[in-house]
């Protein structure tokens, strides 16, 4: 086994070191000619349509969504990107050209923009297909999404779901692990069809199966479930419960859902990406994971100054039975590889384990080691066991994950993988062979800039961005992975998908945060300008350009600051409305000029706008009225105001009451003494704010007929007035007075007779003196 | 259900305002020396078993002076209906009576304007079977006694469940309700659509829950009422997918139908996704794959 850095093998120098046998270049990538390309591309056109899905992109909460396609046809392809929304109600669709041979990166949140979806928050977050048509299955590729602020990066990888023919499997089964207090999980499902559907979700933890509630997708709807949640419904001590399965069964006569999952800390930037196997995986009892860190990497590890490494192997019992599972650790030496094997894992039926590779292995170590492979072989049945490999660095800021394969299957992770060069990222390809005899692979690597330098080098010794194919000759067991991965911003990227070059590199686009808002009349909101780079590896690079920008409004409904004149990018309600907020600021981006040797600036001017939605919400509430109306009836009045000082402006709003009783639903009232009334528990009313005013009434209803024999008793509801308007506060609640207490009681007097008193904190009393 | 007021009087045959539906003035129930008008609409096309059925209800003013009415809580109270359904028998006479927060019921009308509000009439009748029913509604006496108020009698025939035509009518309620520019047109849409007491109703009332028009308990209480299987489901699904504020309203409502449901699947199906948790043993786990 060995790795071979992209730095390396330009050099061309670590080549001769590696023992597998490497010819540099292979005739199966031969380009085809433009005849034949011209030929192919009458048939495409006409060939069969293909779909693929990806389950989920995310454009909240300072995420960012790169999706990345890469073509092996030998002609352009015209392809549908279908932006589908959270809820499955909205789409978003996009006509593109994918080139022969190359790899589209379409940053999400442009896109989103460009078509007028940004100010829908139901595409804050989604899925997304893209379709086709061809008589092979040229198009690959994966979601990459990334928050930069918390070092968080999760890969959503594609579904094959061309029509009659897809690797959707019937049932989703996936690993949950390290799951502490600080961090969550989640797992996102989407629904391919435009069918509801139902799902069974259980979860497996402690060797037990929970079955949970079913859940419904509507068309194409995309669910966002945490699996601290669904603990808890389980009655789960969350916090003692960090690893286990997920399985989730979809009802529909074809399988239909997707998934994908991650675990994130948000505080240490933690970050794991949990996968769900497609149908036809090779069921195999051997599975291995090549280049994985341990320990403190030595000085020629790609790893080297990134950390200090545990890495964990989570492995999944999915069948019934008990059984085994041996973990191998396979390290390079001198003399060849070594390795050690430890004392077999038991695994209950549907048991998930989580094994750290912590002091008491690493101390079997010769550490420090550059890397490891790691085996994980289970006993069973082949494909009765699922397990995942992650390298933890001890800061928990970055972790490796390494995806597990067949070393036998025919593809072993070959292909096609971009690789990027700086001074905080590195490109590592890892290949072990498993077999006994030596094995022979072929590469191609080009770079991004395929002019030749000044030395007239093909590949330039500064290239920073390319590709990489990799292929093995021989029928031999191997396995290999692309893994990109910068430690400084503790995130890594795995790649063993078809990828490839030509990806843009550069200035992605400029953007305003949030893209939409709502606010409230005197309310603020701080807009942020930032802009955005990609590079050929899939990363992006975000620049605050927030107090750079000079920021204006195009509205009397709301002002923003610039610096002087208030803090940048401050906007601060004045009347209801709509304004357009834009960030404007000057890009230096110096250039090498050939004339003058020299650099030289050039200054492009860069702008991108937000939207700010002004809008009223109800205020000063207040009780106007109270009064005796008999017959146990408390009567009040309220109003309340705009803070538009126009009620017309609360159109959008409601103001009600939440009346919650002391029991359950509905709440039956005690009886005797008090009539056999019951009430839904809770109570929830509204009405249109425009009214500015309202009524509200105690009494007894239905019946009034208080029961005897008499006895002394009462019963306290609790009581909030609110209010709520479409856009602010998501839509919910926000209260404006409470908790205010009604108490019925039935009381004895000193002569003896009863009375029945309804009171509330506020003035308001009704009495019955004496009742009947 | 909404009220508003115009500035000049409505012709007698109206284009209407909730439905497609024609609506006659089918009389001109008090007068005050010819100044004050009141009068009461109701739908001159037929309609089909549980079909919302709206009324409107209209008052103008041609005197100098601006009067007041009192409607009651939330705009209905006041009103009193008695009715004799298909199966004749003796009259039931409803008045609504809400306990808690509501609408305040008092109305101005100014000189030369009209006060008009859509009803929905199955508030007071349920209207469960097809036929004839003879309908009275009256307006409490004001305590002005410058707006006499009469009774005013029709009869509404229902026809038999015409399922096309049911949903067409869901729909373009629903649609009402995505396209309300004003939380008041969205509810009333709403409303009419949580008195349809149908399954048909519950795609439709589950877009409803989704449309963010702020009318998610109308919603819900229209789910709650159907309680079938398919309304079970929407309103689970709404405890995982929705805010805590609405969550909460549709778990009350599952609690409730879980209650009153005489269907064992449908019990099961609620308790299953209320709590407490079923952990199933293995090896009688059924098989997933």
């Given at each position: ?7 390396s ?14 010819p540099?270049y292979a ?9 034949h390309?011209?030929?192919?591309a009458?048939?495409?056109?006409q060939?069969?349509?293909?779909e693929?899905?990806?389950?989920y992109?995310?454009?909240r909460?300072?995420y ?8 092996d ?7 549908e ?11 978003l ?15 999400l949140?442009s896109?989103?923009a460009?078509l ?5 928050d139901?595409?804050?977050e989604g899925s ?9 299955r040229p198009?690959m590729?994966?979601i990459t999404v990334?928050?930069?602020y918390?070092?968080?990066?999760f890969?959503?990888r594609?579904?094959?779901?061309d029509?009659?023919d ?7 089964e996936g690993i949950w ?8 999980t ?19 933890f402690?060797?037990q199966?929970h079955l949970?509630a079913?859940i419904s997708f ?5 669910k966002v479930l ?5 603990l808890?419904?389980?009655?789960a ?5 960090s690893?286990?399965?997920i399985?989730?069964t979809?009802h ?5 859902l997707i ?17 769900f196997?497609?149908?036809?995986t090779?069921?195999t ?5 090549p280049?994985v ?9 790609p ?5 200090t490494f ?37 695994l209950?039926?549907?048991a998930t ?7 008491t292995?690493q ?13 994980v072989?289970?006993?069973g049945?082949p ?5 995942e490999?992650?390298s933890?660095a ?5 972790v490796?994950d ?10 072993s992770g070959?292909?096609?993988n971009?690789?990027?060069?700086d001074?905080?990222t590195?490109?590592v390809l890892?290949l ?9 692979v072929?590469?191609q690597?080009q ?6 330098d ?8 500064r ?5 990489l194919?990799?292929?093995k ?11 990109v991965?910068?430690?400084?911003k503790?995130?890594?990227?795995n790649?063993?998908?078809?990828c ?13 945060a ?8 005197n309310g ?6 930032t802009?955005?780079w990609?590079d050929c590896s899939?990363l992006i ?5 927030t ?7 195009n509205?009397?409904?709301c ?10 990018g401050l906007?601060?309600g004045?009347a ?26 050039n200054?492009i001017?860069r702008?991108?706008?937000?939207t700010?939605?002004?809008v ?6 207040r009780q ?9 009836d408390v ?11 126009n009620?017309a ?6 103001v ?20 056999a009334?019951?009430?839904?528990n809770?109570t929830?009313s509204d ?6 005013a ?18 002394a008793?009462s019963?306290?509801a609790?009581q909030f007035?609110?209010y709520?308007?479409t ?5 919910n609640?926000?209260n404006?007075l409470?908790?205010l207490?009604?108490?019925r009681s039935v009381q004895?007097?000193t002569n ?15 009495t ?5 | 259900?909404?009220g508003?007021?115009l500035?000049?009087?409505?012709p ?16 001109a129930?008090?007068?005050d020396?010819?100044e004050?008008t009141?009068?009461?609409?109701v739908?001159?096309t037929?309609?089909?078993?549980h ?6 209800f ?6 100098s002076?601006a009067?007041?009415?009192?409607l009651?809580?939330n705009r209905?109270?006041?009103?009193i209906v ?9 009259p ?14 008092l109305?101005?009308v100014a000189?030369n304007e ?6 929905l ?5 349920s ?12 307006l ?7 707006v006499e108020?009469?009774p005013?009698?029709t009869?509404i025939e229902?026809l ?13 309620l629903?649609q ?6 004003s939380?008041q047109?969205?509810s ?5 659509l ?6 048909i109703?519950v ?13 998610e308990p ?8 159907v309680?079938?299987?398919?309304a079970a489901?929407?309103?689970?699904d709404?405890?995982?997918g ?7 309203i ?8 879980e209650?009153?449901t ?5 019990k099961?199906l609620i308790?299953r996704s209320?709590?407490?948790?079923t ?6 786990w059924?098989a997933?794959?």
């Amino acid at each position: 086994m060995r790795p071979a850095t992209v730095s390396s093998l330009l050099a061309l120098t670590a080549l001769a070191s590696v023992p597998v046998s490497v010819p540099y270049y292979a005739s199966p990538f031969t380009k085809p000619s433009q005849a034949h390309n011209t030929q192919m591309a009458q048939q495409t056109t006409q060939g069969a349509p293909r779909e693929i899905d990806f389950p989920y992109y995310s454009l909240r909460d300072g995420y960012s969504s790169l999706l990345q396609l890469v073509s092996d046809s030998p002609v352009s392809l015209p392809i549908e990107v279908t932006i589908r929304s959270s809820s499955g109600r909205n789409i978003l669709k996009k006509d593109m050209n994918i080139s022969s041979q190359e790899k589209l990166m379409i940053e999400l949140q442009s896109l989103v923009a460009s078509l007028n979806g940004e100010s829908e928050d139901d595409f804050q977050e989604g899925s997304i297909s893209v379709s086709y048509a061809s008589d092979t299955r040229p198009i690959m590729g994966q979601i990459t999404v990334t928050n930069p602020y918390l070092n968080l990066i999760f890969e959503s990888r594609l579904a094959i779901n061309d029509p009659g023919d897809s690797n959707i499997p019937a049932v989703l089964e996936g690993i949950w692990w390290g799951l502490k207090p600080g961090r969550q999980t989640k797992v996102m499902v989407a629904n391919t069809s435009n069918s509801s559907v139902t799902a069974d979700v259980s979860l497996t933890f402690r060797g037990q199966r929970h079955l949970g509630a079913l859940i419904s997708f509507a068309p194409y709807e995309t669910k966002v479930l945490s699996i601290r949640e669904l603990l808890a419904k389980f009655n789960a001590d969350t916090e003692f419960v960090s690893e286990g399965g997920i399985t989730i069964t979809g009802h529909s006569p074809s399988p239909v859902l997707i998934a994908s999952g991650m675990t994130a800390d948000l505080n240490s930037g933690f970050s794991t990406t949990m996968h769900f196997p497609p149908a036809g995986t090779p069921q195999t009892s051997t599975l291995l994971a090549p280049g994985v860190p341990i320990g403190t990497p030595s000085a020629e590890s790609p790893f080297a100054l990134a950390g200090t490494f545990t890495p964990h192997v989570v492995v999944r019992n999915l069948s019934s039975s008990p059984q085994t599972a041996t973990v191998s650790v396979e390290y390079p030496t001198a003399s060849g590889t070594q390795l050690i094997t430890l004392d077999p894992i038991n695994l209950a039926a549907y048991a998930t384990k989580d094994v750290a590779l912590d002091s008491t292995v690493q101390d079997r170590l010769p550490l420090p080691l550059p890397y490891c492979s790691i085996q994980v072989k289970n006993s069973g049945s082949p494909g009765s066991a699922v397990a995942e490999i992650s390298s933890v660095a001890h800061n928990q800021d970055l972790v490796v994950d390494s995806k597990l394969g067949d070393p036998t299957d025919r593809l072993s992770g070959s292909g096609i993988n971009p690789w990027h060069l700086d001074d905080q990222t590195e490109s590592v390809l890892f290949l072990a062979n498993e077999g006994d005899a030596p094995a022979r692979v072929a590469f191609q690597i080009q770079a991004q800039r395929t002019k030749p330098d000044m030395f007239g080098n093909t590949i330039p010794a500064r290239a920073t961005d390319g590709s990489l194919f990799w292929v093995k000759m021989d029928r031999v067991p191997m396995i290999g992975r692309t893994l990109v991965f910068s430690s400084h911003k503790g995130i890594s990227s795995n790649f063993d998908c078809s990828c490839t070059l030509h990806c843009p590199q550069g200035y992605l686009a400029l953007s305003v945060a949030p893209s939409s808002t709502t606010m409230t009349i005197n309310g603020t909101q701080q807009f942020t300008a930032t802009e955005r780079w990609g590079d050929c590896s899939g990363l992006i690079y975000y620049y605050d350009q927030t107090t750079s920008s000079t920021w204006t409004s195009n509205s009397s409904a709301c002002t923003v600051g610039n610096n002087g004149l208030g803090s940048s990018g401050l906007a601060t309600g004045v009347a209801p409305g709509s304004a357009t907020i834009k960030a404007s600021y000057t890009d230096d981006v110096p250039h090498w000029s050939v004339a003058l040797q020299d650099c030289v600036d050039n200054y492009i001017q860069r702008s991108a706008s937000g939207t700010a939605n002004v809008v009223a919400v109800p205020t000063n509430f207040r009780q106007t009225s109270t009064s005796d109306l008999g017959n146990g009836d408390v009567h009040f009045t309220y109003a309340w105001g705009s803070t538009s000082g126009n009620l017309a402006d609360l159109s959008a709003c409601t103001v009600g009451e939440i009346v919650t009783y002391p029991g359950g639903n509905p709440y039956h009232w005690q009886s005797p003494p008090f009539p056999a009334n019951s009430t839904s528990n809770p109570t929830v009313s509204d009405v249109a704010a425009t009214a500015g005013a309202g009524v509200d009434d105690n009494f007894l209803y239905p019946s009034s007929t208080f029961v005897r024999p008499y006895s002394a008793a009462s019963f306290t509801a609790t009581q909030f007035f609110r209010y709520k308007c479409t856009n602010i506060n998501g839509g919910n609640y926000v209260n404006l007075l409470g908790p205010l207490s009604i108490t019925r009681s039935v009381q004895q007097n000193t002569n003896g007779t009863w009375r029945f008193t309804v009171t509330k904190p506020t003035n308001g009393q009704a009495t019955i003196n004496a009742l009947p | 259900m909404h009220g508003t007021k115009l500035s000049l009087c409505f012709p007698l045959v109206l284009p209407l305002a909730l439905l497609t539906t024609i609506f006659y003035e089918a009389i001109a129930a008090a007068t005050d020396a010819d100044e004050i008008t009141v009068s009461y609409l109701v739908p001159s096309t037929k309609i089909t078993l549980h079909e919302p059925v709206v009324w409107r209800f209209q008052v103008h003013n041609s005197s100098s002076v601006a009067i007041q009415l009192d409607l009651g809580k939330n705009r209905n109270e006041n009103f009193i209906v008695s009715y004799t359904g298909p199966q004749a028998g003796a009259p039931q006479t409803v008045r609504l009576r809400k306990g808690g927060f509501g609408a305040v019921g008092l109305v101005s009308v100014a000189p030369n304007e009209t006060y008009e509000q859509d009803m929905l009439l199955n508030q007071w009748v349920s209207f469960a079977e097809s036929g004839k029913y003879e309908i009275e509604i009256r307006l409490l006496q004001q305590e002005s006694s410058r707006v006499e108020v009469h009774p005013f009698r029709t009869t509404i025939e229902i026809l038999p469940l015409d399922p096309t035509r049911l949903r067409d009518v869901c729909s373009g309620l629903a649609q009402k309700v995505d396209d309300a520019s004003s939380y008041q047109k969205a509810s009333d849409a709403a409303l009419a659509l949580s008195f349809v007491r149908d399954p048909i109703a519950v795609p439709y009332l589950q877009r409803v829950l989704y449309a963010k028009q702020l009318v998610e308990p109308i919603a819900i209480g229209g789910l709650e009422q159907v309680g079938n299987e398919e309304a079970a489901r929407v309103l689970v699904d709404a405890l995982n997918g929705m805010s805590p504020d609405v969550a909460l309203i549709a778990r009350a409502a599952l609690e409730r139908m879980e209650k009153q449901t005489p269907n064992p699947q449908l019990k099961k199906l609620i308790q299953r996704s209320l709590g407490p948790t079923t952990t199933i043993l293995n090896p009688g786990w059924r098989a997933v794959a």
